[in-house]
């Protein structure tokens, strides 16, 4: 039996999400069809607003308010501008954030180095942390990408092209799982990877 196009569609949209199949979108479908209307108009709405009030910060590339020059970090005049930390997406910033422990910079990469997905480096936000890193501020980057073989491969570039800039280049220490993801990492571990990070090499 074919469902109405307008259900496949939503069950085919939703499926596309990540972490999402097709019965959990099918799931979802049927769930917002029952639902009151009320419920399926906020959706739609949240997603609406969802892309037409987020932007990229042009600094650091974490995301803000669509209209500001500079994200809230970026802007702010009481945080360590000769530290930045490097992380892949920006739950992780919210991660880190979230811990206190930090009052440095960010530079969100927007995901790692990938050959099996076809990612490279031109494909990140590299090309500008580079530049960030040669206009003579920074002395010290954190590299906080995840501790997965992918996360790691990606430290290890950045590692080779940030250390003839003359800069410290630290990792997060290992008190994160291998395998894991800093968006779901506690406070408590956040707090002790980034206490004791160390040096590449």
């Known amino acids: 039996m074919n469902l109405p196009g307008p259900v496949e569609d939503l069950i085919e949209a939703l499926s596309r999400l990540p972490g999402i199949g097709p019965k959990t979108a099918s799931r979802l479908a049927f769930f917002l069809l029952r639902s009151p209307e009320e419920l399926s108009r906020n959706l739609a709405e949240a997603l609406l607003a969802l892309k037409q009030g987020i932007a990229y910060c042009p600094i650091c590339f974490n995301i803000t308010a669509a209209g500001r020059e500079a994200c809230e970090v970026c802007a702010s005049s009481e945080r360590l501008r000769d530290t930045l930390c490097v992380v892949e997406e920006p739950l992780d910033v919210v991660a880190l954030e979230r811990t206190g422990a ?34 003579g501020e920074i002395r010290e980057i954190i590299l ?3 501790p997965s073989t992918e996360g790691d491969a990606t430290a290890m570039y950045l590692r080779q092209r940030l250390l003839p800039l ?31 990070r160390q040096e590449m090499g």
């Open 166 to 196: 003359g800069v410290r280049v630290t990792r997060l220490a290992r008190g994160l799982p291998v395998g894991g993801d800093l968006e779901y990492a506690d406070p408590n571990t956040l707090q002790r990877a980034l206490a004791g």
């Open 102 to 135: 930090f009052n440095g910079l960010y530079h969100v990469l927007h995901g790692v180095l990938s050959p099996i997905e076809g990612t490279g480096p031109e494909d990140l936000r590299i090309a500008e942390l580079v530049k960030r890193v040669q206009m």
């Open 144 to 146: 906080a990408t995840n």
